[in-house]
């Protein structure tokens, strides 16, 4: 997946049309390891977004669900609205994480691991 995504994000990204593709990114990070840089961030932010999202949807199906509901469809809706309402939340709480894999991943990055993208990021913003 990370591949695939590492060439959208460098594709989006690019200005000229010199993007060649995995070759490319292959040729300039020196292996095919290349093709993996932000993958380690994209794992540590998916364990944080599936807890949140998880522990707000059952919060809010808990505290929100009315128990006299005859149609299914209704019961539908309400997951429905619980499930859009509970990814938009953990989404929201975990952009950071996806910030920093993002910046990891786009040509010309000169982060040396995950900790120095944090800190360097964090020293920026609040300077």
């Not at 997946?1 to 040729?27: F, T």
């Not at 949140?52 to 949807?57: G, P, T």
């Amino acid at each position: 997946l990370s591949p695939v995504c590492l060439g959208s994000l460098r594709r989006a990204a690019s200005i000229n049309a010199e993007y060649m593709g995995g070759r490319s990114i292959v040729s300039e990070g020196g292996s095919v390891m290349a093709l993996y840089k932000g993958f380690v961030p994209t794992l540590t932010s998916l364990g944080p977004f599936i807890a949140i999202n998880f522990a707000v949807f059952d919060t809010i199906k808990t505290n929100f669900m009315p128990e006299d509901i005859n149609s299914e469809l209704k019961r539908a809706m309400y997951i429905l609205a619980f499930g859009a309402s509970s990814a938009i939340i953990s989404q929201s709480i975990c952009y950071p994480l996806d910030t920093v894999r993002r910046r990891m991943q786009v040509k010309g990055s000169t982060y040396t691991s995950m900790a120095n993208a944090y800190s360097t990021i964090i020293s920026k913003t609040l300077a």
